[in-house]
């Protein structure tokens, strides 16, 4: 922990230079940032001392729980032995080398090639690249278009913005990029009108053909999508919706790209999200539960078809970060696999303690605000409405997730509110007593949240 001790002293430094992200900074630099100095477990502890049950496992993230010992372990060694190489000069290390074919063993069959990076955004942003080469390759330049889906997050650089369907990213930095439109998602609550589930999933996916017809399938040249929707507020498809995803990138010539950095590693009760909707995607990003969070990489799986014709082009691929592979970042995500398959923490997520989750949340099905509880494996998402009955929500300019949430944080609990959806994904470690103890928060915070709006609690 770093010398200069204190509260006070941390949160006038960071005020005074640190730029947060996703944050109004004079507003933040006036409230003064919460300071977390340790975590273990399913909590974290503020520099007062406070102990704090985090819900969101980080962002997404921390799958196997704060202080593995194991992995810190490994991440020392790693520095001891080769704190750093770059994988640019034809060479390699060992880590990067056994996380690249440990990778190729997990993921869904077919993705046997591996680029790593740094971040989601990084992986994604490279992917674009990917998709433009290969065409290229192929003696089809003008496929380009980029499709992904209304909600959709991709990340932050200026081309997954642009992949990025939440379209508050995009007006301070002129975005989205010529080549990227967004179809319709497959929220069955918020949009799905009169149609059932499965009528709305095929409707959904079916935007998707006609916006390559009215672009002209010679011109586009991928699809991209979560399993799971996740910082769009945890929208889970309808089983309808993959398949004629698939059939339709299929039909039409279109590579089809799973963007798994939310998904990934655990967090839908499978390894990946493609697992659980039966997607056989020509790219899968991989980030956040790669590590767990504990260092910063990630990766693009390069399904037969991209792979090949990339590994036999007989030219160099001039793309790359002079972190890829680092060593340190591949020890860390190689234990963090041990991990979690020794520990069956996958499993656990899938038939225990996932259940167990969606069980808990779907007891607060009864409050007055909440309009839908979803979920799968250790995702979950509560809906708040002004009426439940005709599915209506509450007018953006009261902020009812944002009271919620400040709710949360007042009681030590994490629970991040997109939109009026109050969302959950906690690290796979935890038990059913520390769910317990979440629910009972969360339903606290609810009946502030409804006193606040002078709605009566039945």
């Known amino acids: 922990m ?29 409230k003064g940032a919460r300071v977390i100095v340790r975590a273990e477990g399913v909590w974290i502890e503020d520099s007062e001392g406070r102990r704090i049950l985090d819900g969101m496992a980080g962002l997404w993230c921390v799958n196997v729980g704060y202080g593995n010992r194991e992995l810190a372990d490994a991440g020392y060694q790693a520095l001891r032995e080769l704190p750093y190489y770059n994988a640019f000069f034809q060479t390699t290390n060992p880590y990067a080398a056994e996380l690249s074919a440990k990778l190729a063993e997990i993921t869904p069959p077919g993705l046997e090639r591996v680029l790593f990076a740094n971040s989601g955004s990084e992986a994604n942003d490279s992917i674009i690249k990917l998709t433009r080469y290969y065409w290229n390759l192929q003696g089809r330049p003008q ?9 959709g997050y991709h990340g932050v650089t200026l081309g997954a913005a642009s992949l990025s369907g939440l379209t508050h990213l995009h007006p301070q930095f002129d975005l989205p990029l010529p080549g990227f439109v967004h179809v319709e998602a497959p929220y069955w609550y918020g949009e799905g009108g009169d149609l059932s589930p499965q009528e709305f999933g095929l409707k959904a996916a079916r935007s998707l053909e006609a916006k390559i017809l009215e672009l002209g399938a010679e011109n586009v040249a991928a699809f991209i999508g979560e399993p799971i929707q996740g910082a769009g507020g945890v929208i889970i498809p309808p089983e309808s919706y993959w398949p004629e995803i698939g059939r339709i990138c299929a039909e039409h010539d279109v590579l089809l790209i799973a963007d798994e950095v939310i998904c990934g590693f655990g967090r839908t009760g499978h390894w990946f999200g493609s697992n659980g909707f039966g997607i056989r995607p020509d790219f899968m990003t991989l980030a956040k539960g790669l590590s767990s969070g504990y260092m910063p990489i990630s990766a693009v799986m390069l399904g037969p078809r991209v792979g090949d014709a990339i590994a036999n082009a007989n030219e160099e691929l001039v793309h790359g970060f002079t972190y890829s ?47 839908e509880v979803r979920g ?19 007018a ?37 007593a520390e769910i317990d103890e979440l629910i009972r928060r969360a339903r606290i915070c609810l009946d502030l949240t409804a006193r606040d709006l002078s709605i009566p609690l039945k």
């Open 396 to 432: 953006p300019e009261l902020g009812v997730g944002t009271i919620c949430r400040d709710h949360c944080f007042a009681h030590d609990l994490i629970m991040r509110a997109i939109r009026d959806i109050m969302v959950v994904s906690p690290p796979l470690t935890i038990t059913r």
């Open 143 to 151: 496929k380009k278009i980029m499709i992904g889906r209304n909600y």
């Open 2 to 30: 770093p010398s200069n001790t204190g509260t006070k002293v941390w949160q006038a430094a960071d005020a005074r230079h640190h730029v947060h992200p996703f944050t109004d900074v004079a507003a933040l630099a006036a």
């Open 325 to 371: 592979g680092h060593p340190v970042a591949c020890a860390v995500a190689l234990k963090n696999i041990e991990v979690l398959q020794r520990d069956k923490l996958v499993e656990r997520a899938g038939r225990e303690t996932g259940p167990y989750l969606q069980a808990g949340l779907a007891t607060l099905s009864d409050h007055p605000l909440v309009g």
């Open 376 to 394: 799968m494996g250790m995702i979950g998402a509560v809906e708040l409405v002004a009426d439940k009955a005709a599915r209506r929500h509450f």
